[in-house]
T-cell receptor
Framework: GQQLNQSPQSMFIQEGEDVSMNCTSSSIFNTWLWYKQDPGEGPVLLIALYKAGELTSNGRLTAQFGITRKDSFLNISASIPSDVGIYFCAGRRSGGSNYKLTFGKGTLLTVNP | SAVISQKPSRDICQRGTSLTIQCQVDSQVTMMFWYRQQPGQSLTLIATANQGSEATYESGFVIDKFPISRPNLTFSTLTVSNMSPEDSSIYLC???????????FGPGTRLTVL
């Protein structure tokens, strides 16, 4: 099925560095969700964005809903080893049969202590 | 948030057998979904579990292979039927929390078919 373009595919960073990843789409979404998945676990919701231009923080995480409604980014500041995992973006349209989420392919984050 | 539990958490099954995965949500939810996640891949929607009626399947997934039940608002089951090694995957249940546009996931069921 349709997928979002998520980049980068993987990142290797040093502890303490900031991280940025993004998702883009050719079509508009009304909701953007960012998840983190640890090995052997289900995705955990990090941040939900509901409004174009919205900037939302959750601790060291900050995410923005692009003004065009076709993109979103996630920033992690001052990374720590437990930030390791796969980060997925997901977009949702609304109304009718548009309740399904469209997922990016994920960004694998490795943090070197 | 909605707390979602799944069982079993993992299983190793023989080819040709079937496995039923259970999903329980601790609060009121609207929609429930079942996903498959193959190793190193993103999530693929199998179907939307509809309360009291047949599930809505995505292209490539059929009821005979993945029968789904949702007898009430907070419980659903997915059966993987007549399994083959290609069915080895993580199966995830998810649900939309009522009154929000936010979807939460269960911990997943890791299935290995020999």
């Amino acid at each position: 099925g349709q997928q979002l373009n998520q980049s980068p595919q993987s990142m290797f960073i040093q502890e303490g560095e900031d991280v940025s990843m993004n998702c883009t789409s050719s079509s508009i979404f009304n909701t953007w969700l960012w998840y983190k998945q640890d090995p052997g676990e289900g995705p955990v919701l990090l941040i939900a964005l509901y409004k174009a231009g919205e900037l939302t923080s959750n601790g060291r995480l900050t995410a923005q809903f692009g003004i065009t409604r076709k993109d979103s980014f996630l920033n992690i500041s001052a990374s720590i080893p437990s930030d390791v995992g796969i980060y997925f973006c997901a977009g949702r349209r609304s109304g009718g049969s548009n309740y399904k989420l469209t997922f990016g392919k994920g960004t694998l984050l490795t943090v070197n202590p | 948030s909605a707390v979602i539990s799944q069982k079993p958490s993992r299983d190793i099954c023989q080819r040709g057998t079937s496995l039923t995965i259970q999903c329980q949500v601790d609060s009121q939810v609207t929609m429930m979904f079942w996903y498959r996640q193959q190793p190193g891949q993103s999530l693929t929607l199998i179907a939307t579990a509809n309360q009291g009626s047949e599930a809505t399947y995505e292209s490539g997934f059929v009821i005979d292979k993945f029968p789904i039940s949702r007898p009430n608002l907070t419980f659903s089951t997915l059966t993987v039927s007549n399994m083959s090694p290609e069915d080895s995957s993580i199966y995830l249940c998810s649900a939309d929390r009522i009154g929000t546009d936010t979807q939460y996931f269960g911990p997943g069921t890791r299935l290995t078919v020999l």
